[in-house]
């Protein structure tokens, strides 16, 4: 895991527009972006704006918010492939398979024998 302290993380970055990324959704407490390294189009990465390091950490109001913004995110990428499935995933520490230590939730669009296996930690 990425353990950059609060500020200098790279997800801290982003939001600072200190990195370039394709954000496509902010609000006053999430911020989702396009994964640099996605497994299939379309897959965003929902970020808390704040840096907490995983899900332990977030507070009641954040639990809620990312969860409310990865359904928006899914309704617009029913809305993009309507033909199409969605896998939500969420890692937490190194054992969990966590890479970047500032929490997030994978939302990836996924298709009829896309092929892709989603094991975490990741092959
Ligand atoms: P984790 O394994 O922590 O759940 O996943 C971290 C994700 O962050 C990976 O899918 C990786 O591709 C993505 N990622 C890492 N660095 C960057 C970056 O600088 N920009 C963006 N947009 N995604 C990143
Ligand atoms: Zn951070």
Redesign the pocket.
């Known amino acids: 895991?990425d353990t950059s302290p609060p500020g200098q993380c790279?997800?801290c970055r982003?939001v600072a527009r200190e990195?370039p990324?394709?954000i496509v959704h902010e609000d006053e407490l999430t911020i989702t972006?396009?994964?640099?390294?996605?497994?299939n189009p379309g897959?965003m990465?929902v970020a808390t704006r704040r840096h907490a390091a995983n899900l332990f950490e977030l507070t009641e109001e954040e639990a809620g918010a990312v969860m409310r913004t990865s359904r928006r995110m899914a309704l617009a990428a029913q809305a993009a492939f309507p033909s199409a499935g969605l896998t939500l995933?969420?890692?937490n520490g190194a054992a969990g398979?966590?890479?970047?230590?500032h929490f997030?939730i994978?939302v990836v669009p996924r298709h009829e024998g896309d092929g892709i296996e989603l094991t975490?930690?990741?092959k």
Not at 33 to 39: A, K, P, R, Y
Not at 97 to 101: F, I, L, P, Y
């Open positions: 895991v790279i997800f982003l990195i990324a394709a972006f396009m994964d640099i390294g996605q497994v897959h990465l995933l969420q890692a398979g966590q890479t970047v230590g997030h994978h975490w930690p990741r």
